[in-house]
C-alpha cells in the first residue's frame, strides 16, 4: 500500500489517558496549523472521569476551511495502550501510526498496509528528567517536536506558542523549548519525513478561533443580560463562567468598581430557572445554562414564564442522554424536550445556532425575544459547539442597535388613561402589554399567577375565559414565526427533487457532505433550519420535494417528530438519518447514508448509524 501523500489536507487524532497533560499540547499542535495560515477543525473527545480514562483530540487540517469532522484517520499518535486496536483499526489504508517505541511490540499489533513512525519517547524521557510528573508532562511536549518534524511544522511558531502559554514563567519556557527540540532532533537524526506535510499558507484570514460557550456568553452581555442564576453541569458550565468573566470586564462601573449585574450559582437547576423568571418579572434581562438533566428539572418554572408571560432565556448545551447519559458527549437529544417543556399545552420558542459566530447573534437576541414575545427562549446549543474551538469570523455588532423591550406600558400611558389589561390582545398578534414594577403608585399593578385568569389579570376559572387565553398564546406563537432566525436554503447546481433538512452543529458536516455527494454525481437541495416555530419556507421546501432526509444527532428523530408534528408532514415522505454515538457526526457519514438511502439496494426506508470506525 502506497503511503498516503498530502499537503494542508489531512487528520491527525491524539489516543491519550485523561489526566495525562496532553490536552495543552494537543490544542498547541492544533494552533500551530493556525499560526501557518491553515485553518482546522479540532473536535475534543473526552470522558467524564478526571482521571485514567481514554481521551481523544482529532485535528482535521484543511486548506479549503471545513469546519466538520470528515470522517477517517490519516495519522494516529496512539498513546493509550487501552485503546490501541481500536485506534490502530481507525487509521485509513496508506496512513500512519506514530508511538511510543520504547517498548517493542509484536508484528501483530500493527498493520501491513500503514506506515509505523516509533520514537522511543519514554526512554528519551527516562533519560532526560528525574521527577515522574515531569517526566510524564514533557513526553507530551516531546511529542509535539517530533510531529513538528515529522509533517514540517514551523518550530519557530511552537516556540512562541509556548512563550504565550507560559508568559512570565521563563524557566517553564526554556524546559518546554528544550523538549520540543529534543523531539524534533530525534526525527531528523533518525527518521524521513513523511508524506503528509504541513506548508505556509493565508487560509485563515481574520477568523477567530473560539469556543460556542463564551461566544454565547458574550452574546449575552450584548444582549443586556444583567442576571444570571446557573448550577454547574457539564457542559454547560464555561458558558456562566465565561458571561461572568465578562461582566468583570463589561458590567462593572468604572468609577466606582461597582458590579452592575448579579451572578448567582443556585443549590440547584430548580432554583436557577425560579431566580431567572423572577428577575424577568421585575424587568432585568436574565438567563440561566444548563443541559439535558437541568431541563428536565426546570419544567415547572418554564411553565410558570410561558402561562405568566414572563421574560426568561435559557441556554441548552446538549449532551448525550437520557438520565446523566453521557455527560461529555455530544446530542442533539433536547429538542422535543425544550419545545413542550413543562406540563399541559405548551409551545417555547428555540433558537438554533450552528457555530460561535450564530452562537453570538443568537446569544444576543434571544433576550430582545424574550422581552418581545414575554417568554422563555431556548438557545440550542451542544456539546460540539460550547465546548470546542470553531474558526468563525469575527463577531460583529452595530453599536446604533437598541435593546427591544416589546410592549411596555409607561407611567405616562397609565397616567393618561390608557386601557391596561394584562393579558389583554389589543392589536392581534397575541401579545399584551406588560408594566415593570413600581411604573405607577396606582396603575399598571397586577397580579402574576399560574392560574387562569381574564385579560385584566383576574383570577377566574371559567372555561371560555381560559380557552381565549391558551388561544392568545397560540396567536403570540404565531407572530413568533417572523421573529426567529430565517431557514438558509441551499440548491444543488442541478435541478433536483431530493431535499435535506438540518440544524446546528450538523452544519459543519452538511456542507462538505453536500460537495461529496455533487462530486459522485448525486444532487440534493438543502435547508437548515435556525428556529422554532418553523417558518413556512420550511414546508414549502418539504411539499417541493419527493423525499426529503432529516439528519440530526440522536435516536428517535426528534427534528423529524416536530416537522411532522407541527406542519402535519406524512412521515413518509421524512426520512431520518441518525448519529448520535456521543461524536460530532461527520461529512462521510451523512454523505455515506444518504446515498444509501438513494440506492435501489436500501433494504428499509430509514437508516441507522453505523459506528464510528467503521465508516
Known sequence: MRPLEAVNDFVVKFANVNGSGSASANAMFAKSFLRMGVPVAARNIFPSNIQGLPTWYEVRVTEAGHQGRRGGVDM????????????????????????????????????????????????????????????????????????????????????????????????????????????????????????????????????????????????????GA????????????????????????????????KARYAIVQAEDEIASIGMVVGAGWNGARAFTATSGPGISLMQEFVGLSYFAEIPAVIFD??????????????????????????????????LLPQD?????????????????????????????????????????WDDSRTLDRGKVMTHDELEAGRDFGRYLDVDGDGIPFRTYP?????????????TSRNPYARYSEE??????????????????????????RRDASRPTRTGVIYYGSTGAAMDEALQVMEAQGRFVNAMRVRGFPFADEVFEFIA????????????DGQLRTLIMNEGGVDPAKLTAVLHYDGTPITARFIAGEIAGQLSPAAPTPERRQVPEAAE
Request: proline fraction near 6%; hydrophobic fraction near 40%; charged fraction near 20%.
Open 544 to 555: 417541493a420535494h419527493d423525499e426529503v432526509f432529516v439528519v440530526e444527532q440522536n435516536r
Open 438 to 450: 413600581g411604573t405607577h403608585p396606582t396603575k399598571g399593578g397586577y397580579f402574576t399567577r399560574g
Open 226 to 257: 444583567t442576571v444570571c442564576a446557573w448550577y454547574p453541569i457539564t457542559p454547560s458550565t464555561s458558558l456562566a463562567e465565561a458571561f461572568t468573566e465578562f461582566c468583570g470586564d463589561y458590567r462593572t462601573d468604572p468609577a466606582t468598581g
Open 317 to 350: 448545551v446538549q449532551r448525550g442522554g437520557p438520565s446523566t447519559g453521557m455527560p461529555t458527549r455530544t446530542q442533539q437529544s433536547d429538542i422535543l424536550s425544550a419545545a413542550y417543556a413543562s406540563h399541559g399545552d405548551t409551545k417555547h420558542v428555540l
Open 463 to 488: 372555561g371560555g375565559v381560559y380557552v381565549d387565553n391558551v388561544q392568545r398564546l397560540l396567536r403570540k406563537f404565531e407572530t413568533a414565526k417572523g421573529l426567529v432566525p430565517a431557514p438558509v
Open 356 to 396: 460561535p459566530g450564530e452562537c453570538f447573534e443568537m446569544g444576543a437576541l434571544a433576550f430582545d425575544l424574550s422581552d418581545r414575545l414575554q417568554t422563555t427562549i431556548f438557545v440550542m446549543l451542544d456539546l460540539d459547539i460550547g465546548m470546542n474551538e470553531w474558526l468563525t469570523a469575527p463577531f460583529a
Open 76 to 223: 494516529m499518535v496512539a498513546m493509550n495502550p487501552q485503546t490501541w486496536d481500536r485506534d490502530l483499526a481507525e487509521i485509513e489504508p496508506g496512513g500512519y501510526l506514530f508511538y511510543d517505541s520504547t517498548k517493542p511490540l509484536p508484528p501483530s499489533k500493527f498493520r501491513e498496509d500503514i506506515t509505523v513512525v516509533g520514537v522511543p519517547l519514554t526512554a528519551m524521557c527516562n533519560e532526560a528528567y528525574s521527577v515522574p510528573r515531569e517526566r510524564q508532562l514533557f513526553k507530551n511536549t516531546i511529542y509535539v517536536g517530533a510531529l513538528a518534524a515529522l509533517l514540517d511544522i514551523e518550530i519557530g511558531v511552537i516556540e512562541q506558542l509556548l512563550a504565550e502559554q507560559f508568559a512570565g514563567k521563563e524557566r517553564l519556557i526554556a524546559a518546554n523549548v528544550a523538549a520540543l527540540h529534543m523531539g524534533a532532533d530525534y526525527v531528523k537524526a533518525n527518521l524521513a519525513p513523511l508524506g503528509l506535510r504541513a506548508r505556509r499558507a493565508d487560509k485563515v484570514g481574520d477568523r477567530i478561533y473560539v469556543e460556542g460557550n463564551m461566544a454565547a456568553g458574550l452574546g449575552a452581555v450584548y444582549g
